[in-house]
């Protein structure tokens, strides 16, 4: 157990639609960093928050938000859903000052997207 | 020039056996290059790191060679067991910049044969 906390385990949804993915980091840690999953496009860096601020992002679609809350839980908005969403997002997170990218994943939300 | 390029697709091995996986990169600016093993449905699991200072890393039973004038590094498993079967990934990050964002290689399936 790496104590980054992600819920829910799966969703499912129709195309169009919006939801919400929610990460917990663990205790202590700043940094949540927002990945997905896919067979044809490996593991793909989304996004990054740093103590609440935006710190770096990746390929992600306009489509897709994100934040982190004054409690450093992350959620992860995605909307207009389209088949191609169906994906594993994984949230990671790491200890402040780290040098170089020691980061701790946590379980994913697989998202079917019908 | 972000890349990681990772190798075998895929790897079959006898338990006992020692299966290498190899990865190459472009960016010089990377100072830190992690593995991660992921068993089906479970988030990526830190195993092992190293940064181009040194050339070999041993943690139990997992090496990491790096030569950092071939940009390549490598992941042995020494006396391989059917219990490492899972998908590993190699990674890269700079601990320099704005982010330590990872930047995964395509994963590399290793079976471990009783």
């Known amino acids: 157990d790496s104590g980054v906390t992600q819920t829910p385990k799966h969703l499912i949804t129709a195309t169009g639609q919006r939801v919400t993915l929610r990460c917990s980091p663990r205790?202590?840690?700043?940094?949540v960093y927002w990945y997905q999953q896919s067979l044809d496009q490996g593991l793909q860096f989304l996004i990054q928050?740093?103590?609440?601020?935006?710190?770096a992002k990746g390929n992600i679609l306009e489509r897709f938000s994100a934040q982190q809350f004054p409690d450093l839980h992350s959620e992860l908005n995605l909307s207009s859903l389209e088949l191609g969403d169906s994906a594993l997002y994984f949230c990671?997170?790491?200890?402040?000052?780290?040098?170089?990218?020691?980061?701790?994943f946590g379980p994913g939300t697989r998202l079917t997207v019908l | 020039q972000q890349q990681v390029k990772q190798s075998p697709q895929s790897l079959i091995v006898q338990k006992g056996g020692i299966p290498i996986i190899n990865c190459a990169y472009e960016n010089t600016a990377f100072d830190y290059f992690p593995w991660y093993q992921q068993f089906p449905g479970k988030g990526p699991a830190l195993l092992i790191a190293?940064?181009?200072?040194?050339s070999e890393k041993k943690e139990g039973r997992f090496t990491i060679s790096f030569n950092k004038s071939a940009k390549q590094f490598s992941l042995h498993i020494m006396d391989s067991q059917p219990g490492d079967s899972a998908t590993y990934f190699c990674?890269?990050?700079?601990?320099?910049?704005?982010?330590?964002?990872?930047?995964f290689g395509t994963g590399t399936l290793l079976a471990v044969q009783p």
């Open positions: 205790s202590g840690d700043l940094s």
């Open positions: 990674a890269a990050s700079m601990s320099g910049g704005a982010t330590n964002k990872l930047i």
């Open positions: 190293i940064r181009p200072d040194v």
């Open positions: 928050y740093y103590n609440g601020e935006e710190r």
């Open positions: 990671a997170s790491s200890v402040p000052g780290t040098r170089g990218g020691e980061q701790f």
